[in-house]
């Protein structure tokens, strides 16, 4: 133990790496890319960092498209940020590898990531600024992002991808929307996508447990306070850097491996997990994480579930609104994986398939793909990202940039 002990100070003495230093800007710019900060502020409040690169280092144009690049926009998953995006070289990384094929590239974040801690009126020390579940991401970050970004582009339409948390607010954005907002994603690209689960899932699975409905009773009458859900950024630091060892970092990648279902298949990159610890995971609020709880208990997506009488003050209902996938008109190409451990291929099936309307237009089983491997996956570039810009070409030029 004393020589781990002795191991660990000396790895977390060892000099950063550029990279874990860098914000999600610098870190662009770091590589030579062209980058926008652009700051967007909800109507509840809130105020994100939205991070642009407007163009790849080439300039490059898309054929039929001479006056503007056509707009990709990201939206990340539960507890990342538009880092996601980033992590891995740029030959790998979606957002360069997207941005080099000729898009005008926006990567989202929502509140509460450390690219969304600003409020007009709260601090993020202050419990009230932490009242948000992901229906908030869906109704106010999601869309007013998407809207900024179109405004300031004067385009009309664009072409979004989202991963995990970040399909499941645009599946509950379009589930509500109108025909007219839905004619904003001009195709929308879910990787690892989620709407509702079947199979139980740790922790999720203890829902029904009586002492854990006392809880969460105690939480939605705020008798702990709204608190976030995070690990401290110092922790997060010295976990890179012991990671950063040449002696521990294979300790790193196991325990990475386990934890996110990537063991079997081997598509992180080792070399950069203290890029990727010094950036994940990112904060979320204890409400969000009910409600990620409930959506395993319904099965569905809804609004958060207050309990009736807090229902009819809130929805005048008794029960939490349904947010319906098949309202969703927009064309939507699903990206899964029966190797997927989070939302596994019966999900998808099962509830996404069988409930979407007319949006969906298609959908591909990958194989050996974890959850993970969406975003991050060193294969990801040639079987998920390089298909995606394919698929956006062959958009272009039947129906014009």
Request: glycine share 6%; aromatic share 12%.
């Amino acid at each position: 133990m004393i020589a781990l002990l002795i191991l660990f100070l000396a790895a977390s003495s060892a000099t950063k790496e550029i990279e874990e230093t860098l914000d999600a800007a610098d870190y662009i710019a770091y590589y030579g890319y062209p980058v926008e900060r652009h700051y967007v502020t909800t109507d509840d409040g809130y105020t994100s960092e939205v991070q642009r690169i407007p163009s790849g280092r080439d300039e490059r144009l898309i054929e039929g498209c001479s006056k503007k690049r056509p707009i990709v926009f990201f939206m990340h998953g539960l507890f990342a940020s538009s880092y996601l995006y980033l992590f891995n070289l740029p030959s790998q990384s979606p957002a360069f590898v997207f941005a080099d094929a000729g898009f005008d590239v926006w990567l989202g974040n929502v509140r509460g990531t450390e690219y969304g801690m600003n409020h007009t009126k709260f601090d993020a020390k202050d419990p009230s600024f932490w009242n948000f579940t992901l229906y908030d991401y869906s109704h106010y970050d999601l869309r007013q992002q998407i809207e900024y970004a179109l405004e300031e582009t004067g385009q009309e339409s664009l072409f979004y991808v989202g991963h995990s948390q970040g399909t499941t607010v645009m599946f509950a954005r379009l589930a509500e929307a109108d025909a007219t907002w839905q004619n904003k994603i001009r195709l929308f690209f879910a990787l690892g996508p989620t709407a509702g689960f079947l199979k139980p899932l740790m922790p999720f699975t203890l829902l029904e447990k009586g002492l854990l409905q006392k809880l969460i009773q105690y939480v939605l009458d705020g008798r702990f306070g709204i608190q976030p859900v995070q690990i401290p950024k110092t922790l997060l630091s010295h976990l890179a850097d012991f990671c950063s060892s040449p002696f521990l970092s294979h300790l790193c990648s196991a325990g990475f491996h386990i934890a996110s279902g990537l063991e079997k298949l081997g598509q992180v990159n080792a070399s950069r997990l203290p890029i990727i610890l010094s950036h994940f995971p990112s904060a979320t609020s204890t409400l969000n994480m009910l409600h990620w709880m409930q959506i395993f208990k319904y099965h569905e997506l809804r609004r958060l579930d207050l309990g009736a009488e807090r229902n009819m003050i809130a929805y005048g209902q008794e029960e939490a609104p349904k947010l319906d996938i098949g309202n969703i008109v927009a064309q939507t190409i699903l990206y899964f994986s029966k190797d997927d451990r989070i939302t596994d291929e019966v999900d998808v099936r099962e509830i996404i398939m069988k409930q979407m309307g007319p949006g969906l237009i298609e959908n591909y089983d990958l194989d050996h793909f974890t959850h993970s491997d969406f975003a991050i996956g060193l294969r990801a570039t040639d079987e998920v990202y390089k298909p995606i810009i394919y698929r956006i070409y062959k958009e272009i030029q039947k129906n014009g940039c």
